[in-house]
T-cell receptor
Framework: RKEVEQDPGPFNVPEGATVAFNCTYSNSASQSFFWYRQDCRKEPKLLMSVYSSGNEDGRFTAQLNRASQYISLLIRDSKLSDSATYLCVVNRAGNNRKLIWGLGTSLAVNP | DGGITQSPKYLFRKEGQNVTLSCEQNLNHDAMYWYRQDPGQGLRLIYYSQIVNDFQKGDIAEGYSVSREKKESFPLTVTSAQKNPTAFYLC???????????????FGEGSRLTVL
């Protein structure tokens, strides 16, 4: 079993839809969590960190469930420009160099 | 503009040749990283460095070498010993110190290496 798992998708949704991704992690010692966005053939870029209390940035909401060991990303009112791969990243043992990357969830927002 | 510059963006190499990928950052970050990304696989860490003149192997260091002679620079050499070198190589940096440490990795645009 991979240490960080994501549903690869693809998720195909119409513009304006709400879509949610989950990411599970197996190491209970994991301490910080992130969502990155990666466009096709480009580098990943940080979308948002995930805090224990949950956090929101505009149309994006991230949640952490330590008991069940998963994090989620909710995108409301999807835009065409949201089409990308969303990578879940987990930092285990509190050492930033030990970032474990999920394989990503592909999202296509259609007109 | 602060950022990370990788070069070349595209590189073709014959089997048996070594090739060096450049990575330069002007963000004054302490830590630098090299990742490899293959289709259907997550980012895998090749090497990282948290301070000048020091670096550590990541999960897939075999067939690669690095140096960190300056804070700004972290070149990666793909040697002929690397059995499957065709991949997308990403360099990243992170600020490690104190309150500025958000855990955010800043990536270069990547170098796409193809071995013919």
């Amino acid at each position: 079993r991979k240490e960080v798992e994501q549903d690869p998708g693809p998720f195909n949704v119409p513009e304006g839809a709400t879509v949610a991704f989950n990411c599970t992690y197996s190491n209970s010692a994991s301490q910080s969590f992130f969502w990155y966005r990666q466009d096709c053939r480009k580098e990943p870029k940080l979308l948002m960190s995930v805090y224990s209390s949950g956090n929101e940035d505009g149309r994006f909401t991230a949640q952490l469930n330590r008991a069940s060991q998963y994090i989620s990303l909710l995108i409301r009112d999807s835009k065409l420009s949201d089409s990308a791969t969303y990578l879940c990243v987990v930092n285990r043992a509190g050492n930033n160099r030990k970032l474990i990357w999920g394989l990503g969830t592909s999202l296509a927002v259609n007109p | 503009d602060g950022g990370i510059t990788q070069s070349p963006k595209y590189l073709f190499r014959k089997e048996g040749q070594n090739v060096t990928l450049s990575c330069e950052q002007n963000l004054n970050h302490d830590a630098m990283y090299w990742y490899r990304q293959d289709p259907g696989q997550g980012l895998r860490l090749i090497y990282y460095s948290q301070i000048v003149n020091d670096f550590q192997k990541g999960d897939i260091a075999e067939g690669y070498s690095v140096s960190r002679e300056k804070k700004e620079s972290f070149p990666l050499t793909v040697t002929s010993a690397q059995k499957n070198p065709t991949a997308f190589y990403l360099c990243a940096s992170m600020e490690l110190g104190g309150r500025t440490n958000t855990g955010e990795l800043f990536f270069g645009e990547g170098s796409r290496l193809t071995v013919l």
